[in-house]
């Protein structure tokens, strides 16, 4: 026996979501049966809007109603310093840590020549232009730990080469509390050579 069509429809829905398999899926689909009506109003709107009202904001990239982005709007930030990101998801995380004053770029993915993906496909033009435009000062490269991250950290780096901007990366490294032979290959060359001084008290 199956669900109702419209159940069944509600749990093909949420399957398509990452990480959701059949039985979180059948789960989240019984549990919206429970939801009141102003919720599940508030719901089907709010999946409407997502793809008709939100865009990308036309200097940063980052998730917005607006032409412009609401950090891009701050004008009480630091212009001298740009945070390139890889997706929107990583300016909520740096915003939510609050250590950070100076603006954001998201790049369209990483290049990956394995999976076809060259520098002409992230948009590279657009954060070189905005970055000569707008005397950018420092670019803090925050993009993930891997190949494909490095890769892209590198290409950048050496598209501004002949410029006075410095660039820099964030420090990735061992988490505390990891035991080291838990760690990747990747992540202890990265620790190894981001590794500082200790100073004496």
């Not at 159940?7 to 990452?18: F, G, M, S």
């Not at 059948?26 to 102003?38: G, V």
């Not at 992230?122 to 435009?133: C, G, S, T």
């Amino acid at each position: 026996m199956k669900y109702p069509q419209t159940i069944q429809n509600l749990i093909e829905c949420y399957r398509k979501l990452p990480g959701i398999g059949e039985k979180t899926a059948e789960r989240f689909a019984l549990a919206t049966l429970n939801l009141n009506q102003d919720v599940i109003d508030l719901f089907s709107e709010s999946l409407k809007n997502s793809k008709t009202k939100i865009r990308k904001c036309d200097i940063c990239n980052n998730l917005c109603e607006d032409d412009i982005c609401d950090i891009c709007k701050n004008d009480s930030r630091d212009n001298n310093l740009l945070c390139v990101v890889e997706d929107p998801k990583s300016v909520i995380l740096f915003e939510k840590i609050g250590n950070f004053n100076g603006y954001y770029h998201i790049i369209n993915g990483l290049i990956s020549p394995l999976d076809g993906i060259n520098p002409e496909d992230i948009d590279l033009d657009k954060l070189i232009n905005r970055i000569k435009n707008n005397n950018i000062k420092e670019v803090i490269l925050a993009v993930k730990p891997s190949i494909e991250g490095e890769t892209t950290s590198l290409y950048i780096s050496k598209l501004l080469k002949d410029t006075d901007v410095v660039v820099s990366k964030i420090a990735h490294g061992i988490p505390l509390g990891t035991e080291i032979d838990y760690v990747d290959s990747l992540t202890l060359e990265l620790a190894m050579d981001n590794r500082k001084k200790i100073e004496d008290e």
